[in-house]
């Protein structure tokens, strides 16, 4: 017991220290595994992925993922220069392809590495559209979400070994179920959603900033909706909030946006 004790008050100190500030909400958020070693391994999966698929170059949709990409990170370095963050994107390489395949999808690695899929293009319909998406994606990677990701799994892990330890070895294999489920459900996921949620609204902002209407986002997530066809897993075993949770914010937000978008001289947002 006294062993499990102290085991468990290291990994909470652990857990404590390794943390940094997220620029746009304030909070502190994990990050046992730092950018200096994630950002370089990023770079090179990122290009070795460009090099295994087909990236679209010279079309006018290519452009625009340019166009709106570039629009995006000028709009994330007014609003971390304004906030107190200069040189919070030293280290980011920004990069924006239009990527051949069919599959309903975008991301954003950290450090500033952007992938659009074709597929997505005839739901985001147009430039207004793509800003949901990338600024959600952007979003991701400037609140180093794959950071906490990776820092949380590491800490699951070390609470299995920590766990496995303290029980008796008859009850190692219920410890393990029990404790990979009641992770998973309990934290894991609701993490994921609180990720998605917060990607949501700094994505909202960002596109604001950028110039483009945020009362877009909303529409875009219907449209994301009706192409599911109301397939969906229930929002508590899923890493994405539903689909009716995401309309219902993003629509609560808007304005929001809108007034932070202003401070910056922005007035009128494109549709």
Same mark, same amino acid.
């Given at each position: 017991?006294?062993?499990?004790?102290?085991?468990?008050? =290291?990994?909470?100190?652990?857990?404590?220290?390794?943390?940094?500030?997220?620029?746009?909400?304030?909070?502190?958020?994990?990050?046992?595994?730092?950018?200096?070693? =994630?950002?370089?391994?990023?770079?090179?999966? #990122?290009?070795?992925?460009?090099?295994?698929?087909?990236? $679209?170059?010279?079309?006018?949709?290519?452009? @625009?993922?340019?166009?709106?990409?570039?629009?995006?990170?000028?709009?994330?370095?007014? #609003?971390?220069?304004?906030?107190?963050?200069?040189?919070?994107?030293?280290? #980011?390489?920004?990069?924006?392809?239009?990527?051949?395949?069919?599959?309903?999808?975008?991301?954003?690695?950290?450090?500033?590495?952007?992938?659009?899929?074709?597929? =997505?293009?005839?739901?985001?319909?147009? *430039?207004?559209?793509?800003?949901?998406?990338?600024?959600?994606?952007?979003?991701?990677?400037?609140?180093?979400?794959?950071?906490?990701?990776?820092?949380?799994?590491?800490?699951?892990?070390?609470?299995?070994?920590?766990?496995? $330890?303290?029980?008796?070895? *008859?009850?190692?294999?219920?410890?393990?179920?029990?404790?990979?489920?009641?992770?998973?459900?309990?934290? @894991?996921?609701?993490?994921?959603?609180?990720?998605?949620? *917060?990607?949501?609204?700094?994505?909202?902002?960002?596109?604001? =900033?950028?110039?483009?209407?945020?009362?877009?986002?909303?529409?875009?997530?219907?449209?994301?909706?009706?192409?599911?066809?109301?397939?969906?897993?229930?929002?508590?075993?899923?890493?994405?909030?539903?689909?009716?949770?995401?309309?219902?914010?993003?629509?609560?937000?808007?304005?929001?946006?809108?007034? *932070?978008?202003?401070?910056?001289?922005?007035?009128?947002?494109?549709?």
């Amino acid at each position: 017991m006294k062993f499990r004790n102290i085991t468990f008050a =290291i990994v909470v100190m652990l857990a404590f220290l390794s943390c940094t500030q997220n620029p746009f909400t304030g909070k502190k958020t994990l990050a046992v595994v730092p950018n200096s070693q =994630i950002l370089p391994t990023a770079f090179q999966q #990122y290009d070795e992925f460009l090099k295994e698929n087909k990236v $679209v170059k010279g079309t006018s949709e290519a452009m @625009m993922v340019k166009s709106v990409g570039q629009k995006i990170a000028t709009a994330a370095e007014r #609003y971390l220069n304004a906030n107190g963050f200069q040189g919070y994107l030293k280290d #980011y390489q920004w990069e924006y392809n239009l990527v051949k395949d069919d599959a309903i999808n975008a991301w954003c690695m950290p450090g500033g590495k952007i992938v659009v899929y074709t597929g =997505i293009l005839p739901i985001t319909e147009d *430039e207004a559209g793509l800003a949901v998406v990338m600024g959600h994606e952007v979003a991701h990677a400037l609140a180093n979400h794959g950071q906490q990701r990776m820092s949380a799994t590491q800490l699951q892990q070390l609470g299995a070994t920590v766990g496995a $330890v303290a029980v008796s070895q *008859e009850n190692q294999q219920i410890f393990q179920t029990a404790y990979g489920l009641g992770t998973q459900v309990g934290v @894991m996921l609701p993490f994921s959603r609180s990720h998605e949620t *917060e990607a949501d609204k700094i994505g909202l902002t960002l596109m604001a =900033i950028a110039g483009y209407n945020p009362d877009e986002a909303a529409d875009l997530w219907r449209r994301m909706k009706a192409n599911s066809g109301g397939a969906a897993q229930p929002e508590f075993l899923s890493t994405h909030p539903s689909n009716d949770t995401r309309i219902n914010n993003l629509e609560s937000w808007s304005e929001g946006a809108k007034a *932070e978008a202003r401070k910056y001289g922005v007035t009128n947002f494109k549709s």
